[in-house]
T-cell receptor, first 113, second 113 residues
Framework: AQSVTQLDSQVPVFEEAPVELRCNYS??????LFWYVQYPNQGLQLLLK??????LVKGINGFEAEFNKSQTSFHLRKPSVHISDTAEYFC???????????FGAGTTVTVRA | ETGVTQTPRHLVMGMTNKKSLKCEQH?????MYWYKQSAKKPLELMFV???????ENNSVPSRFSPECPNSSHLFLHLHTLQPEDSALYLC????????????FGPGTRLTVT
């Protein structure tokens, strides 16, 4: 079975600073990877996903993530955050022949002025 | 608007009560999911339905009883819950294709007293 580890539970960051959220996965087979965001009092919303091809994936709201197979990582980055990026971020993985997701525990990003 | 709605948004119930959570999707998806979200823990997949048939039950206690009358509606019937069942319950839907994203509802915040 696959699993996901999000290495930081909380990340405080100042407005307009860059942010990186770390995600590592373990799987014995090829995988698809996802990042979701959850704003307060809302459900999860897809930011981006990696299925195949270029290892650098661009998503909504200026986020991007890089798939690194050798390091089994899929870190999420944004070069300049806004107050509105304050949210919880979840990394998720599925086997490439499956549709069910395994989620990490989440990273809470708090952006301060 | 994600196309997945959940009612009620908040629910407080005693341990002897019986209540139901409702989820509805208008996205034409054929798979629907119930997740439990507790603070600082990964999302726990509870049940998966595909074309109204339950395809997964992740060792969920019998006090949680799902029902899927059609591909657009999903219910979670609750009875004799415990305080540790207090959590955010999220419904999601997707096409049953590897790599497709899941679309989430806003969740029902359940408090068991």
């Amino acid at each position: 079975a696959q699993s996901v580890t999000q290495l930081d539970s909380q990340v405080p960051v100042f407005e307009e600073a860059p942010v990186e959220l770390r995600c590592n996965y373990s799987s014995s087979v090829s995988v698809y990877l996802f990042w979701y965001v959850q704003y307060p009092n809302q459900g999860l919303q897809l930011l981006l996903k990696y299925l195949s091809g270029s290892t650098l994936v661009k998503g909504i709201n200026g986020f991007e993530a890089e798939f690194n197979k050798s390091q089994t990582s899929f870190h999420l980055r944004k070069p300049s955050v806004h107050i509105s990026d304050t949210a919880e971020y979840f990394c998720a993985v599925t086997r490439s022949n499956d549709y069910k997701l395994s989620f990490g525990a989440g990273t809470t990003v708090t952006v301060r002025a | 608007e994600t196309g997945v709605t959940q009612t009620p948004r908040h629910l407080v119930m005693g341990m002897t009560n019986k209540k139901s959570l409702k989820c509805e999707q208008h996205l034409g998806h054929n798979a629907m999911y119930w997740y439990k979200q507790s603070a600082k823990k990964p999302l726990e997949l509870m049940f998966v339905y595909n074309f109204k048939e339950q395809t997964e039950n992740n060792s969920v206690p019998s006090r949680f009883s799902p029902e899927c009358p059609n591909s657009s509606h999903l219910f979670l019937h609750l009875h004799t819950l415990q305080p540790e069942d207090s959590a955010l319950y999220l419904c999601a839907s997707s096409h049953q294709r590897s790599g497709d994203e899941q679309y989430f509802g806003p969740g029902t915040r359940l408090t068991v007293t």
